[in-house]
Protein backbone atom coordinates (compact mmCIF):
# COMPACT_ATOMS: atom_id res chain seq x y z
CA UNK A 1 0.00 0.00 0.00
CA UNK A 2 1.26 3.58 -0.80
CA UNK A 3 0.60 6.99 -2.35
CA UNK A 4 1.34 9.17 -5.25
CA UNK A 5 3.81 10.72 -2.25
CA UNK A 6 5.68 7.83 -2.09
CA UNK A 7 6.03 7.26 -5.68
CA UNK A 8 8.01 10.41 -5.97
CA UNK A 9 10.74 9.34 -4.22
CA UNK A 10 13.13 6.94 -5.87
CA UNK A 11 13.24 3.64 -5.05
CA UNK A 12 15.38 2.75 -1.48
CA UNK A 13 16.07 6.38 -0.85
CA UNK A 14 14.54 6.40 2.03
CA UNK A 15 15.53 3.13 4.86
CA UNK A 16 11.65 2.63 5.36
CA UNK A 17 8.90 0.65 3.54
CA UNK A 18 5.79 1.49 1.72
CA UNK A 19 3.87 0.19 4.71
CA UNK A 20 6.22 2.56 7.24
CA UNK A 21 5.89 5.35 4.93
CA UNK A 22 2.06 4.90 5.17
CA UNK A 23 1.87 5.33 9.10
CA UNK A 24 3.30 8.68 9.02
CA UNK A 25 1.07 11.95 8.66
CA UNK A 26 -0.04 13.29 5.56
CA UNK A 27 1.51 16.86 6.46
CA UNK A 28 4.73 14.55 7.27
CA UNK A 29 5.08 12.70 3.84
CA UNK A 30 4.39 15.78 2.43
CA UNK A 31 7.41 17.62 3.95
CA UNK A 32 9.75 14.46 3.31
CA UNK A 33 8.96 14.90 -0.46
CA UNK A 34 9.62 18.36 0.08
CA UNK A 35 13.22 18.22 1.75
CA UNK A 36 14.15 15.11 -0.72
CA UNK A 37 13.32 17.45 -3.53
CA UNK A 38 15.58 20.40 -2.04
CA UNK A 39 18.35 18.12 -1.27
CA UNK A 40 18.13 16.78 -4.93
CA UNK A 41 17.80 13.07 -3.61
CA UNK A 42 20.86 12.62 -2.06
CA UNK A 43 21.80 13.00 1.74
CA UNK A 44 22.18 16.70 3.17
CA UNK A 45 25.87 16.17 4.10
CA UNK A 46 27.05 13.73 1.53
CA UNK A 47 26.43 12.30 -1.93
CA UNK A 48 24.54 9.16 -0.68
CA UNK A 49 21.10 8.12 -2.58
CA UNK A 50 19.80 5.64 -1.13
CA UNK A 51 18.42 3.94 2.88
CA UNK A 52 18.18 7.67 4.17
CA UNK A 53 17.05 8.16 7.59
CA UNK A 54 14.53 11.06 8.41
CA UNK A 55 16.64 12.86 10.89
CA UNK A 56 14.98 14.73 13.76
CA UNK A 57 15.10 16.59 16.58
CA UNK A 58 15.06 14.88 20.07
CA UNK A 59 13.92 18.16 21.86
CA UNK A 60 12.22 20.22 20.10
CA UNK A 61 9.98 23.20 20.33
CA UNK A 62 6.73 21.07 20.13
CA UNK A 63 6.62 17.66 21.23
CA UNK A 64 8.73 15.35 22.77
CA UNK A 65 10.60 14.13 20.26
CA UNK A 66 10.32 10.88 20.25
CA UNK A 67 9.33 10.33 16.69
CA UNK A 68 9.43 12.22 13.59
CA UNK A 69 6.77 15.40 12.95
CA UNK A 70 6.38 18.16 11.04
CA UNK A 71 7.75 20.05 14.04
CA UNK A 72 10.83 18.28 14.55
CA UNK A 73 12.15 16.73 11.13
CA UNK A 74 15.06 18.48 10.40
CA UNK A 75 16.30 16.63 7.20
CA UNK A 76 17.58 13.54 5.66
CA UNK A 77 20.84 11.76 6.25
CA UNK A 78 22.14 8.50 5.44
CA UNK A 79 23.32 6.23 8.71
CA UNK A 80 26.81 7.36 8.67
CA UNK A 81 25.98 11.17 8.98
CA UNK A 82 23.28 10.88 10.77
CA UNK A 83 25.77 8.93 14.00
CA UNK A 84 28.98 11.78 12.65
CA UNK A 85 25.61 14.43 13.28
CA UNK A 86 25.22 13.03 16.85
CA UNK A 87 28.58 13.17 17.65
CA UNK A 88 28.55 16.69 16.47
CA UNK A 89 25.84 18.03 18.74
CA UNK A 90 27.44 16.05 21.92
CA UNK A 91 30.43 17.26 21.18
CA UNK A 92 29.26 20.74 20.65
CA UNK A 93 27.13 20.65 24.81
CA UNK A 94 30.46 19.63 26.00
CA UNK A 95 29.32 15.50 26.40
CA UNK A 96 32.13 13.20 26.69
CA UNK A 97 32.12 11.05 23.74
CA UNK A 98 34.06 7.80 24.73
CA UNK A 99 35.20 7.98 20.74
CA UNK A 100 38.67 10.37 21.82
CA UNK A 101 39.98 9.72 18.53
CA UNK A 102 36.95 9.10 16.37
CA UNK A 103 37.04 12.44 13.48
CA UNK A 104 34.01 13.97 13.42
CA UNK A 105 32.86 14.38 9.96
CA UNK A 106 30.07 16.71 10.57
CA UNK A 107 31.76 20.32 10.77
CA UNK A 108 29.99 24.08 12.28
CA UNK A 109 29.48 24.86 8.74
CA UNK A 110 27.56 21.89 7.96
CA UNK A 111 25.37 21.74 10.66
CA UNK A 112 24.64 25.92 10.85
CA UNK A 113 22.97 26.07 7.81
CA UNK A 114 21.37 22.87 7.95
CA UNK A 115 20.26 23.70 11.34
CA UNK A 116 19.25 27.54 10.37
CA UNK A 117 16.57 26.12 8.01
CA UNK A 118 14.75 23.62 9.79
CA UNK A 119 14.44 26.29 12.86
CA UNK A 120 12.59 28.32 10.54
CA UNK A 121 10.38 25.88 8.57
CA UNK A 122 9.31 25.63 12.39
CA UNK A 123 9.22 28.85 13.41
CA UNK A 124 7.36 29.80 10.40
CA UNK A 125 5.04 26.68 11.35
CA UNK A 126 4.36 28.14 15.02
CA UNK A 127 3.75 31.97 13.56
CA UNK A 128 1.16 29.92 11.50
CA UNK A 129 -0.68 28.80 14.32
CA UNK A 130 -0.43 31.85 16.24
CA UNK A 131 -1.85 33.88 13.40
CA UNK A 132 -4.78 31.71 13.45
CA UNK A 133 -5.74 31.74 17.08
CA UNK A 134 -5.48 35.73 17.54
CA UNK A 135 -7.31 37.84 15.35
CA UNK A 136 -4.78 39.43 12.88
CA UNK A 137 -4.78 43.29 14.08
CA UNK A 138 -3.41 41.59 17.57
CA UNK A 139 -0.93 39.25 15.85
CA UNK A 140 0.69 41.35 13.94
CA UNK A 141 0.90 43.94 16.40
CA UNK A 142 2.36 41.59 18.66
CA UNK A 143 4.64 40.41 15.51
CA UNK A 144 6.10 43.73 15.43
CA UNK A 145 6.45 44.31 18.80
CA UNK A 146 8.95 41.33 19.03
CA UNK A 147 10.44 42.11 15.75
CA UNK A 148 12.12 45.33 17.56
CA UNK A 149 13.68 43.08 20.44
CA UNK A 150 15.14 40.77 17.55
CA UNK A 151 16.33 43.74 15.70
CA UNK A 152 17.83 45.33 18.92
CA UNK A 153 19.49 42.17 20.41
CA UNK A 154 20.70 40.90 17.40
CA UNK A 155 22.06 44.16 15.38
CA UNK A 156 21.84 46.89 18.08
CA UNK A 157 19.10 48.49 15.94
CA UNK A 158 16.63 51.36 17.53
CA UNK A 159 16.24 51.48 21.26
CA UNK A 160 15.61 49.95 23.40
CA UNK A 161 11.52 48.78 22.87
CA UNK A 162 10.45 48.82 26.81
CA UNK A 163 8.92 52.65 27.42
CA UNK A 164 11.14 54.46 29.81
CA UNK A 165 9.48 52.71 33.64
CA UNK A 166 10.93 49.77 32.53
CA UNK A 167 13.11 50.30 34.72
CA UNK A 168 10.49 50.68 37.98
CA UNK A 169 9.29 47.26 36.81
CA UNK A 170 12.48 45.94 37.07
CA UNK A 171 12.80 47.31 40.46
CA UNK A 172 9.65 45.75 41.32
CA UNK A 173 11.34 42.27 39.87
CA UNK A 174 14.02 42.32 42.01
CA UNK A 175 11.68 43.19 44.87
CA UNK A 176 13.16 46.39 46.26
CA UNK A 177 11.63 47.58 49.38
CA UNK A 178 10.27 50.96 48.45
CA UNK A 179 7.96 51.53 51.18
CA UNK A 180 7.33 50.69 55.24
CA UNK A 181 4.71 48.11 54.41
CA UNK A 182 6.61 46.06 52.14
CA UNK A 183 9.37 46.17 54.87
CA UNK A 184 7.17 45.40 57.35
CA UNK A 185 5.57 42.57 55.23
CA UNK A 186 8.81 41.20 54.34
CA UNK A 187 10.13 40.92 57.89
CA UNK A 188 6.93 39.51 58.79
CA UNK A 189 7.06 36.84 56.14
CA UNK A 190 10.84 36.03 57.33
CA UNK A 191 9.65 35.53 60.76
CA UNK A 192 7.01 33.48 60.01
CA UNK A 193 8.86 31.24 57.46
CA UNK A 194 11.67 30.82 60.35
CA UNK A 195 8.66 29.92 62.83
CA UNK A 196 7.36 27.37 60.66
CA UNK A 197 11.24 25.62 60.18
CA UNK A 198 11.50 25.60 63.80
CA UNK A 199 8.24 23.95 64.13
CA UNK A 200 9.34 21.14 61.80
CA UNK A 201 12.70 21.07 62.68
CA UNK A 202 13.65 21.98 66.58
CA UNK A 203 16.75 22.29 65.84
CA UNK A 204 16.66 25.06 62.94
CA UNK A 205 19.06 27.86 63.66
CA UNK A 206 18.51 31.50 62.95
CA UNK A 207 20.34 32.55 59.80
CA UNK A 208 23.46 34.16 61.47
CA UNK A 209 22.03 37.67 58.84
CA UNK A 210 18.87 37.71 59.90
CA UNK A 211 19.78 37.40 63.57
CA UNK A 212 22.18 40.22 63.16
CA UNK A 213 19.71 42.60 61.37
CA UNK A 214 17.24 41.55 64.14
CA UNK A 215 19.65 43.25 66.84
CA UNK A 216 20.10 45.96 64.77
CA UNK A 217 16.22 46.69 64.60
CA UNK A 218 15.33 46.06 68.44
CA UNK A 219 16.66 49.70 69.66
CA UNK A 220 14.86 51.33 67.02
CA UNK A 221 11.53 49.48 67.55
CA UNK A 222 12.33 50.30 71.25
CA UNK A 223 12.00 53.75 71.05
CA UNK A 224 9.54 53.63 68.07
CA UNK A 225 7.35 51.59 70.65
CA UNK A 226 5.57 54.75 72.38
CA UNK A 227 4.54 56.28 68.99
CA UNK A 228 3.24 53.23 67.00
CA UNK A 229 1.44 52.08 70.22
CA UNK A 230 -0.01 55.59 70.33
CA UNK A 231 -0.54 55.76 66.83
CA UNK A 232 -2.04 52.41 67.35
CA UNK A 233 -5.22 53.77 69.96
CA UNK A 234 -6.02 56.19 67.35
CA UNK A 235 -6.68 53.66 65.06
CA UNK A 236 -8.54 51.73 67.64
CA UNK A 237 -10.15 54.56 68.42
CA UNK A 238 -11.31 55.88 65.01
CA UNK A 239 -12.41 52.39 64.36
CA UNK A 240 -14.37 52.30 67.01
CA UNK A 241 -16.21 55.77 66.33
CA UNK A 242 -16.94 54.62 62.73
CA UNK A 243 -18.56 51.60 63.74
CA UNK A 244 -20.81 53.80 66.56
CA UNK A 245 -21.93 56.15 63.43
CA UNK A 246 -23.03 52.98 61.32
CA UNK A 247 -25.05 51.53 64.28
CA UNK A 248 -29.14 52.30 64.16
CA UNK A 249 -30.15 55.01 66.29
CA UNK A 250 -32.68 54.63 68.92
Known amino acids: MSDDLWHQLPCGFLKKTSKGWMR ?143 AEIKERQRRKIRTPEQFWNNLADIVRFFIEQRQKNPDAELPDSFAKLLVRLKPILDNARPIIEERYREIQASQLTIATDLLPHR
Open 24 to 166: LDRDLRLLIVKLASAQKFRCAFCDRTKGLIVEHDHSPVRGSGDKPTIYNVRGLACHRCNWHLGMYEADARGDYLAWNDVYIRISECDFDPYNYAYECRVLTLLENELEQQLEPRNYWRRRQFLQKFDDWNEWGRGCYPWRSYF
